[in-house]
């Protein structure tokens, strides 16, 4: 009789894991079926657009006034008061100097100078931090000289900075001339000009 007890016990497990085996080989197509993190894929689901049925017309952008517009205009103080304040620090350094135009930009104005002949570049370089005393400014940077012009160049920080907007960018003649695909806007030079 304990015989036949073991012998049925073992019969019973024997089917349990053959139940088991069976289930797994049930869950293995349903495995295969999910994708790399797990979600299912359903192959009736999937819409694959070729080439024919994408729209032929040309693309419209957006209007630019989805875009906010420049708020405040950039103020660079006296500015008679500064190109005076310069000429006259240089003087007092026997450098005698001719301010031959103002360009006023978003974040700095820019004071093109024409220095005295027989003056040298490096002098009016090494006056920088007299410059910045003189006009309670910093940083004064001077360019000298002025790419493609005979002139040194004094570029001192506005009092009121303006802010560059995207939509007066895209909206400039420098912008909407160009006929490159790729083209976008970068900023503004100092002297105010659309860098594309």
């Known amino acids: 009789q304990p015989e036949t007890d073991e012998e049925d016990e073992l019969e019973e497990e024997e089917e349990e894991i053959d ?10 197509p349903e495995q295969k079926r999910r994708g790399i993190f797990g979600a299912r894929k359903h192959s009736d689901e999937l819409e694959i657009s070729t080439a024919s049925e994408l729209s032929s ?6 209007p630019l006034s989805l875009l906010e517009r420049e708020k405040g205009k950039a ?3 006296d500015v008679r008061a500064s190109a005076n304040i310069i000429k006259r620090t240089l003087a007092n350094f026997g450098i005698d100097i001719e301010i031959e135009e103002v360009t006023v930009g978003p974040t700095i104005t820019r004071y093109s100078i024409k220095p005295a002949e027989g003056v040298r570049l ?7 931090n007299n410059m910045e005393l003189a006009l309670a400014a910093h940083p004064v940077r001077i360019e000298a000289p002025i790419p493609g012009k005979s002139l040194v160049g004094i570029e001192v920080p506005n ?6 907007s995207l939509s007066s960018l895209l909206s400039s003649k420098e912008f909407t001339e160009q006929t490159k695909p790729l083209t976008f806007p970068l900023g503004r030079s100092v002297s105010g000009t659309v860098l594309v």
């Open 19 to 28: 139940d088991d085996e069976d289930s797994e080989d049930e869950e293995e």
């Open 57 to 62: 017309e040309p693309y419209s952008p957006p």
């Open 75 to 77: 103020r660079a103080g």
């Open 122 to 128: 490096s002098r009016i370089l090494s006056l920088q």
């Open 159 to 164: 009092t009121a900075k303006s802010t560059v």
